[in-house]
């Protein structure tokens, strides 16, 4: 089975410039999260949506970033404009929640995001 | 008080030692419970669910004591290959699923 798929693996930018991350969550999987760690701050959750409704962006840093879910079969997370600061790994993660019980996240293979 | 707390380490232990890591939570409405194990520059990849009877799979045992709120990973024989960071995940469920992950365990093999 085709676990949670993120694109791109890499992205070198320079700062001021638009960056957009794309996740593909497991099929059937009702939740999504976007998280972002650095060794400074470790894993932050930026963003959760279930059934494709944003639930919590308390996490998300400030306006530049804005995250979409138009399907269930697709996710972006959009920074604009894109700061030095904003180097990080992205991961994007889903899950399929049943009967409101917890259920483990899993996780793509994050990008790499540097700006220069 | 964090809402989930671990002991950052690194543990270093050698090849075959039993080692052990905690993790405690605040809430006590939290219902369910995770270890997660990362490798550098890795995702995080799900190792086992904790379930209130304790579970074990090969070489790993966790357990969950929700009387004193934390749960356990318990690695017996360890190997170099155990070596990683290990986080622990809890979930408070209901209408709002809130996740929350530890910092993370870092866990250091030695020859």
């Known amino acids: 089975d085709a676990g949670v798929i993120q694109s791109p693996r890499h992205e070198v930018t320079e700062m001021g410039q638009e960056v957009t991350l794309r996740c593909k969550p497991i099929?059937?999987?009702?939740?999504l999260f976007w998280y972002r760690q650095t060794m400074m701050r470790g894993l932050e959750l930026l963003i959760y949506f279930n059934n494709n409704v944003p639930i919590d962006d308390s996490g998300m840093p400030e306006d530049r970033f804005s995250a979409k879910m138009p399907n269930a079969s697709f996710s972006t997370l959009k920074i604009q404009p894109s700061e030095p600061r904003d180097s990080a790994v992205y991961f994007c993660?889903?899950?399929?929640?049943?009967?409101?019980?917890?259920?483990?996240?899993?996780f793509g293979n994050g990008t790499r995001l540097t700006v220069t | 008080r964090k809402e989930v707390e671990q002991d950052p380490g690194p543990f270093n232990v050698p090849e075959g030692a039993t080692v052990a890591f905690n993790c405690t939570y605040s809430?006590?409405?939290?219902?369910?419970f995770f270890w997660y194990r990362q490798d550098c520059r890795k995702e995080p990849k799900l190792l086992m669910s904790?379930?209130?009877s304790g579970n074990e799979d090969g070489r790993f045992t966790a357990q969950l004591n929700r009387a004193s709120q934390y749960i356990s990973l318990l690695i017996r024989d360890s190997k170099l290959s155990d070596s990683a960071t290990y986080l622990c995940v809890v979930i408070l469920s209901g209408g709002y699923q809130k996740v929350t992950f530890g910092t993370g365990t870092k866990l250091q093999v030695i020859p």
């Open positions: 904790v379930y209130s």
């Open positions: 099929s059937g999987h009702n939740s």
């Open positions: 809430n006590s409405a939290s219902q369910s």
């Open positions: 993660a889903s899950s399929r929640r049943y009967r409101d019980l917890g259920s483990p996240l899993h």
